[in-house]
């Protein structure tokens, strides 16, 4: 069993920047990829970003590449979502999701594991 618990969000003005941080625990965590998906009221969970167990490898949604960067810290067991050039529309709930997988999975189905969540709000 994976545990994850997201910090990191909240308010923000457009134009501006949050650092996500998603803390892994329980059982070994070695060979999981972790995702980034956010969930914004009366819409469905979508993607945002993915990296895999040894960082080489990272997707992004067309939308948010080259503003937004996924990384992680396995000595740690943390993925980090740097998330700059904020839009009003990038309000909601965003998640992290783990599954054993040597290439990161870009849907929610494939993922096993999720946290709770953290809000993110950015203002107009």
């Known amino acids: 069993q994976v545990q994850l618990v997201e910090s990191g969000g909240g308010l923000v003005q457009a134009g501006g920047s949050l650092r996500l941080s998603c803390a892994a625990s329980?059982?070994?965590?070695?060979?999981?990829?972790v995702g980034w998906f956010r969930q914004a009221p009366g819409k469905e969970r979508e993607f945002v970003a993915t990296?895999?167990?040894?960082?080489?490898?990272?997707y992004y949604a067309d939308s948010v590449k080259g503003r937004f960067t996924i990384s992680r810290d396995n000595v740690k067991n943390r993925i980090y979502l740097q998330m700059n050039s904020l839009k009003s529309d990038e309000t909601g709930v965003y998640y992290c999701?783990?599954?054993?997988?040597?290439?990161?999975?870009?849907?929610?189905?494939?993922?096993?594991?999720w946290g709770q969540g953290t809000q993110v709000t950015v203002s107009s």
């Open positions: 329980g059982r070994a965590f070695n060979g999981y990829a």
């Open positions: 999701a783990a599954r054993d997988a040597v290439v990161p999975p870009r849907s929610n189905w494939e993922y096993d594991y």
């Open positions: 990296i895999s167990w040894s960082g080489a490898v990272t």
